[in-house]
């Protein structure tokens, strides 16, 4: 490269011109640092609806390696979350937390987009403008961010209670495992975790839902959309549809996505699912009232509890998903 006043050769090192002293053009070493500088150099209003063309034309200059982000800024310009972002810069803090977990809660339940996925794509919004944020904030459907790993979660309110909607992936090392043994199903399933680990698995804040809590939850569901069953509300759209519970019109705008974590196809009739989740361990072992997990099944249309019959071991492994404390 050469220095824009004197046209010597420079290194890409250099923070100055040895020859004239002009300060050299650093190159952005990530996406957030190239994004920060596009908006110093254009200022905050280019993301507003109204610059919208201004915006694209800019982009359409990007070098190839922002391609991504450019395409993640034309995915948020769908529901004008950038637009929605920068007009926040004049709001008081918590209205900013509104507006930020709004359009966290747009890209997780609009989109389908991954918790993790959803933060980033907010941050890199936030970052380059200044708006110094959590998208961690709120109580109800949003993105929980674990201080102990930075993994982030979508969660959903069911009633007075703030689930986790995706099961739990903190790794405690010895005592968890993945699906089949396989890491590319991390992400989808979370880990399984032992009985003797669970203490050291929850995150400050949250919990293992007790049988008292669940069965709250599902009355909850049920009351409130005059319905028969809250299985339907509880479930994704990733259960086979052979067995699948009839769909209603609002059938999972909760949130929580449940996911058949046991799929068995049978020789006659309709595949096996299940899904089920550790509940809160009870300290005094009182045999057959002692309820260990909870799940849905495809073939019921209510929430199973499983207890230990007297001298039965607990069972193996299983997943996590986490109640927030009142």
Not at 68 to 82: A, F, G, M, S
Not at 120 to 134: C, E, H, S, V
């Amino acid at each position: 490269m050469k220095c824009s006043k004197c046209g010597k050769e420079l290194d890409e090192k250099w923070v100055a011109c040895p020859f004239c002293g002009t300060e050299v053009p650093q190159t952005p070493k990530t996406i957030e640092d190239f994004l920060k500088r596009f908006v110093e150099d254009c200022g905050p209003s280019i993301f507003k609806e109204e610059n919208s063309n201004r915006l694209d034309r800019a982009m359409g200059g990007w070098p190839e390696m922002y391609a991504d982000v450019r395409d993640i800024i034309r995915l948020l310009q769908i529901k004008n979350i950038p637009d929605r972002l920068t007009s926040a810069l004049n709001l008081p803090s918590e209205e900013q937390d509104a507006v930020v977990q709004k359009s966290a809660n747009i890209l997780c339940y609009k989109f389908g987009i991954n918790g993790d996925f959803a933060a980033r794509m907010i941050f890199l919004i936030t970052n380059a403008i200044g708006l110094k944020t959590d998208v961690a904030v709120g109580d109800g459907c949003g993105i929980f961010r674990d201080p102990r790993d930075g993994q982030l979660y979508k969660t959903c309110k069911i009633g007075d209670q703030v689930w986790l909607a995706e099961n739990l992936r903190f790794d405690v090392g010895e005592g968890c495992r993945v699906y089949q043994d396989d890491y590319q199903y991390l992400d989808k399933y979370g880990y399984m975790y032992s009985y003797d680990v669970l203490s050291r698995a929850i995150p400050e804040g949250w919990h293992l839902p007790t049988k008292e809590e669940v069965e709250s939850m599902e009355k909850f569901i049920i009351k409130s959309n005059r319905c028969k069953s809250a299985i339907p509300y509880l479930k994704s759209n990733d259960w086979d549809k052979k067995v699948r519970s009839k769909r209603v019109k609002d059938a999972g705008f909760y949130g929580f996505a449940a996911l058949p974590t046991v799929t068995v196809e049978l020789r006659y009739g309709n595949p096996w699912q299940e899904s089920s989740w550790w509940l809160k361990p009870v300290k005094k072992k009182l045999w057959g009232k002692n309820y260990t997990k909870w799940m849905i099944r495809a073939s019921e249309d209510c929430i199973y509890f499983v207890s230990l019959s007297k001298g039965e071991k607990i069972p193996g492994e299983d997943y996590i998903r986490l109640i927030k404390d009142y």
